[in-house]
């Protein structure tokens, strides 16, 4: 866009050289004189109870400082307020194997390791559940005591509209089961905590989270300190991806050993570790029933889905209702009922993954629609393109559109790629795949109920025109400082190199809620424009006072600040800085940022709603090698509608990023367990396959820009939406290829060959789920559609 | 992270002078080149010597001599990039060229030995994993433990032998040169392995393998496919090494050797007499690669179903051969 400055252009990220030149210091690099190295004891057991431990033995190796139970840390904690079901250190019970239950504070990582060695648990094994249908059949062994009812975190059922009556007035109806294995973020930094006890009574811990707001709440619930004598501090973080955005046992054990200790105490958590502590991608499965008129024209849509959980509650109960929430921002449906359950399991927790919740919906979704599209004769993209979401507009579940570029994304990636040529018309072998997507740019609510701002920046300026920015938010290497820098440079004139980013410490930054639901862009960057517009405003009265020129003829760009009508005549930036503070006194600015207030009011609203909502289209193309059963994905097109690219290159990246992720989920991510004691079957990089760069396809992308109003110079959100169509569109493309239907997620060799041969004798060639686990659903919540939608009946 | 466990480190800069100290340890110490397969397994605690002897110093194993013409001398030491680099014998012994540039990643193949690569420890689900999950699941017999979960009841370890290169060694009709207390010794490449997934290599603990001697190319063509999951990075969970002397679209004499499907190498002699004194013709092809994936019994300790990988031996074989018969399989390259 020509009228800027910054905004558009691809300018390097802030922290990019001293990651390029290996000087970022990540909290694993951190060292302090007398620093103590900590270690956790796990449990190898499923689920048990702990009768009794014995630590005097670990205590007494020479070099050991401190071991710590659960006893020393008894209180409960959890990201979300209804879910606080943790400990730091388990107390009376283990639920699956990685379980942390003791821990060492050491002179070094040798001496921890052989203390863990000699501390003695003697446990009581229990049954194990391990799969969902075990721990919903098996109401007698109980892995948590609350919840929806016998090892069931959530129950949800809720339907907007009657969708029985949408289903009577539907020409063809179709049901799918599909399954979505669990996976995990694998990032390359493992998590790693420094925490220290200083004299002055105050804790400083250094981490690799994402979300130091919610860090520091727990560690003050746990550790019962007072918020204001504990600082917790965000470390450049070497990837997130979901799965550093709880507060995690490893955070508070090491705080709580540098409080007995004084000494500093660091942890890194070694990769199985990372596979313990996990986070990960809900294994979900999913059925989904659709009625559909001739032409394709959705009239009532019915989903049902099932979370694998794993031991914890984490953001399961929002996950939850994240695979139900967002089917409605894509494609106008007037009638809507969803039914979701969490179940516990033993084994290690599920939580956010980039995409949290709605890639497993998605990809039942956009390959259900593909079947609807295939039984009816119709044009897959036509049939989609013809129902998708109105802007501005509610959706039946309450929802505020406001933008939506979606058919602009989907035309563009349809004429890249040539698919209307290619689509059915390939050789055997190599097909061509498409699907859509939405997300959200930020979880509309807080995680725990407040009527505070979400995000909050601050900004000084020093007499010679340096300008800092403080914000809470996290840099996950995403680019959030570097998209702070670009909003700030841009409302005041200067350059993205001129302003310095302080983040994500408790100390000296204002609460910005974390990196997480894709929310940082758009909320501390609105937080941005508001601090530097009103720092603008001071640095523009004081100038227009100089140059006798009205204010709003005032414009500042290129380090000067100046007439519009007369360029010539102006100030350089630090000369209208110095006279601004002359004239006011210090300079500083505030500015915050709280979402739209949600329209639904329903039991479940909270979860869904968004400032506004990004789209996405994709065509994949696949080739399959029909004796192998291998999979190759040749090239991808994506289109990407985040409302303003503030950096188009970063958006790229993000969105690459989400193309490798889907890629990995699609063909080969999933975390396996032994099927009787629950031991993870691949905690490392080698046994966890997760694509190399080889298997990466060439990436086409395409930035649609829609100006939404209620991002900053219209921004939405660019991080997780991408990787949503990448499954659907391979699964898509793989029936394309070679006529077999893959419901499940991951499509591996074996599961490609297992369909043709099942091809080859007669059968359908669909491998995939073809049950669902029996359920007494709850009544719904029977929710009044927004007006729009309430005539919708008559549309016959 | 995951710390090596203490030891005492020799770098000795002659053979005798490795022997000597070897022998002054006898089972606390173990031959280390490269590390890369010792190290992650020491950390895991697979592998616990008090002692490293390491032989990237002794002259005699760094030696690289001859051509595709004459043979060729590979010192144990050399790197598998260092082989690599060496176009001659990339072209003499496409194989072996072939097999070495599919081991792991650049950077392993960069520390990565010959030797190294040839002793490679077997491999199984239950075994490579740290000290921690084998004591959660229960220790198996290859270490700590007194039973087999890939074949309960039993009293062998099935664990798989995961070297690229050594299939293609036997293909090619390698020797291998070794130097113990008892002195030197040089064997045929295949009687080096043994099936048995604990004790799999037929040598002393105290022998050094000082050298690779592969035999000269003449009307030799030879091939190797290999099966893993992604394109980098992975181990073999089936290699296919073919070697065949041809005369005028003949073959006169064959040997193909299957990788990754048990705790040795496996010569499938059947399939060579099917393919000997015929031609690479469609159903001959056909015909070995059913004997082939017959007669080889993969279990579920890697990677990919048992019985997809007993599938994919008939597909890799055919591959090799109709590679060797002249077809142009780059379609196909990509499940290799
Ligand atoms: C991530 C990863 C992936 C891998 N992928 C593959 C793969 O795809 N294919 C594959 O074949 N290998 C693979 N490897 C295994 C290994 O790295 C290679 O085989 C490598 O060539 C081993 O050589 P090295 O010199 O590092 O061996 P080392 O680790 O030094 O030694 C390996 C074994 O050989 C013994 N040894 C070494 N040299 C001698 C000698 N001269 N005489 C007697 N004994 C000796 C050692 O005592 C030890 O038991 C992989 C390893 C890793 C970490
Ligand atoms: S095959 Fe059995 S004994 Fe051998 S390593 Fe595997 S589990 Fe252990």
Known sequence: MSGFNVIGKPWPKVDALPKCTGETRYADDLHFPRMLYAKILRSPHAHARIRRIDVSRAQAVPGVHVVLTGRDLPTRFGILPVSQDEEALCVEKVRFVGDPVAAVAAVDEWTAEEALRLIEVEYEPLPALLTMEQALAESSVRIHEYGDGPNIHKLVSLEFGEVAEGFAQADYVREDIFFYAGSTHLPLEQHAAVAHYGPDGRLTLWSSTQTPHYVHRALAKVLGLPPHRIRVIAMPVGGGFGGKSDPFSHEIVVAKLALLTGRPVKITLTREEVFYVHRGRHPVLLWIKTGVRRDGTITAMHVRSFLDGGAYGSYGVATTYYTGALQTVTYKIPRYKFEGVRVFTNKPPCGPKRGHGTPQPRFALEVHLDKIAEDLGLDPIQMRRRQIVEAPSLTVNWLRISSCGLRACIDRVVEASGFREKFRRLPFGRGVGFACSAYLSGAGLPIYWNDMPHSGVQIKIDREGGVTVFCGSADIGQGSDSILAYIVAEILGILPEDVRVVTADTDLTPVDLGSYSSRVTVMAGNAAVEAAERLRRLLFRAAAERLDVPEDQLLARERRIFDQADPERGLDFAEAVQLAEARFGTLGAVGSYKPPKAPGRYKGAGVGPSPSYSYSACVAQVRVDPETGFVQVEKIWIAHDVGRAINPRLVEGQIHGSVYMGLGEALMEEHTFHSRLGVHTAPSMLDYKSPTPLEMPEVECFLIETEDPNGPFGAKEAGQGPLLPIPPAIANAVYDAIGVRIDEIPITPEKVLKGLEDKARGGSGRVGPTSIPSLTWPEPIRVEPPPEWRSSGDLT | ?336
């Not at chain 2, 520390?111 to 077997?122: K, Q």
């Not at chain 2, 980098?232 to 065949?244: E, H, M, Q, Y």
């Open chain 2, 1 to 336: 992270m995951l710390r090596l466990p203490p030891f005492r480190y020799y770098a000795p800069r002659s053979l005798e002078e490795a022997l000597r100290i070897l022998s002054d340890h006898g089972s606390q110490a173990r031959i280390v080149a490269g590390g890369t397969d010792l190290y992650p397994k020491m950390k895991r605690r697979q592998i616990e010597p008090a002692v490293l002897v390491s032989v990237r110093r002794i002259p005699e194993l760094a030696h690289l001599a001859g051509t595709g013409r004459e043979g060729v001398t590979l010192g144990a030491s050399l790197t598998l990039a260092r082989v690599l680099a060496q176009d001659e014998l990339v072209l003499a012994y496409p194989a072996l060229a072939r097999a070495f540039a599919m081991v792991a990643h650049p950077p392993v193949r960069s520390m990565g030995t010959v030797g190294g690569n040839l002793c490679v420890d077997t491999r199984c689900t239950y075994y490579d994993q740290t000290f921690f999950w084998r004591e959660a699941l229960g220790f198996c017999l290859k270490k700590d433990g007194t039973t087999c979960p890939v074949a309960p009841g039993g009293t062998r370890c099935w664990a798989v032998s995961s070297s690229d290169g050594a299939p293609v060694m036997i293909a090619l009709g390698a020797r291998l040169r070794l130097v113990g207390p008892r002195g030197e010794r040089t064997i045929a490449a295949e009687e080096f392995y043994r099936d048995d997934g604990i004790r799999y290599l037929d040598k002393e603990p105290e022998e050094i393998l000082v050298e690779v001697l592969l035999p000269p190319q003449e009307d030799w063509k030879s091939t190797y496919w290999k099966l893993r999951r992604r394109g980098s990075v992975d181990f073999p969970v089936l290699g296919v090494a073919v070697a065949l002397r041809m005369e005028s679209g003949w073959c006169r004499e064959a040997r193909i050797v299957l990788g990754a499907v048990g705790s040795c190498p496996k010569r499938i002699r059947e399939a060579e007499t099917l393919l000997e004194g015929n031609r690479l013709e469609p159903d001959v092809i056909a015909a070995v690669a059913h004997v082939v994936a017959r007669s080889v019994r993969p279990l579920k300790n890697t990677d990919f179903l048992h019985l997809y990988r007993k599938k994919m031996a008939s597909v890799f074989t055919q591959r090799a051969l109709r590679e060797l018969a002249g077809a142009s399989l780059m379609d196909e390259a990509s499940a290799c």
